[in-house]
């Protein structure tokens, strides 16, 4: 267990793995599940006030329609890691993701935020409102 003090947490994230006594591309007739669990800081370090700077991705999804977006899936990430490279070089702490099927350049209004590199993200709008991408995308 972490030691108690500000922005130290313990991270827990439950796995499913098969477990089947196969090798091959076949469902597992067998599961375990695991918890990886460990201390750990900010995922922003030094980014709790503020905000973040986000480099709004425009050509690169973070998860396409129908596919695992909708679960934690360890390959859910992979995708991420090269755009993301790319947006810290440019000074950027992470990328916001659109859905681009409605995303056209020049209406920025009418396009969908999905998410960003890996998390969920929520906005507070000058009305003081805040605000989730919905949760029903398929």
Not at 6 to 23: A, C, E, N, T
């Given at each position: 267990i972490p030691p108690c003090g500000?922005?130290?947490?313990?991270?827990?994230?439950?796995?499913?793995?098969?477990?089947?006594?196969?090798?091959g591309l076949y469902p597992s007739p067998q599961f375990s599940m695991l918890f990886f669990v460990s201390p750990t800081g900010n995922y922003f370090k030094g980014k709790a006030v503020g905000g973040l700077k986000l480099h709004l991705e425009t050509n690169r999804s973070r998860a396409a329609r129908g596919g695992l977006g909708s679960v934690k899936c360890s390959g859910n990430y992979a995708v991420t890691l090269k755009p993301l490279m790319d947006a810290k070089k440019e000074g950027f702490d992470d990328n916001l993701y659109l859905e681009l099927d409605t995303y056209a350049e020049g209406k920025i209004e009418e396009a969908i935020i999905q998410e960003l590199s890996a998390a969920n993200i929520f906005l507070v709008l000058k009305t003081g409102e805040i605000v989730t991408p919905s949760l029903d995308r398929k």
């Open positions: 500000d922005g130290v947490k313990l991270y827990v994230r439950p796995m499913l793995l098969g477990s089947g006594q196969q090798l």
